[in-house]
């Protein structure tokens, strides 16, 4: 899995690139923690971009649920964007588009 991060205006957008699965679930924890750490209540949403994520296995939704837990204590928002059909369909079934906005672009999701 490769990983970018970078600030647009307040807000942080990080995007994974590659499957999220039980190989990369470790470092993707690792890079989204990082990236909850630099915000604070007062700045904009962490922004996960899934243009670049094709797959994403339990493992990697679990770790989504960590990190939503650390967010909400922190009092700073997680926004989904760019989500293909099939993470679509993951993030349904699963029911965590009913944990997290999902936005069809990075500035939806950055605008709330």
């Known amino acids: ?4 991060s970078k600030a647009r ?3 942080l957008v990080v995007r994974p690139t590659g499957a999220i699965d039980h190989d990369s679930a470790e470092a993707f924890q690792e890079n989204l923690t990082a990236a909850l750490e630099q915000l604070t209540e007062t700045d904009g949403p962490l922004v996960i971009d899934f243009s670049g994520v094709d797959y994403m296995s339990s493992v990697g939704l679990r770790v ?4 939503s837990k650390t ?4 009092s ?11 993470m679509v369909e993951i993030f349904q079934i699963s029911r965590f588009d009913k ?3 999902l936005h069809d ?8």
């Open 9 to 11: 205006g307040n807000a």
């Open 71 to 74: 967010a909400k204590t922190k």
């Open 1 to 4: 899995m490769e990983w970018t």
């Open 76 to 86: 700073v928002q997680l926004a989904v964007a760019n989500l293909n059909e099939t």
């Open 105 to 112: 672009s990075v500035d939806a999701a950055i605008a709330g």
């Open 99 to 101: 944990l997290f906005p």
């Open 64 to 67: 989504l649920m960590r990190v």
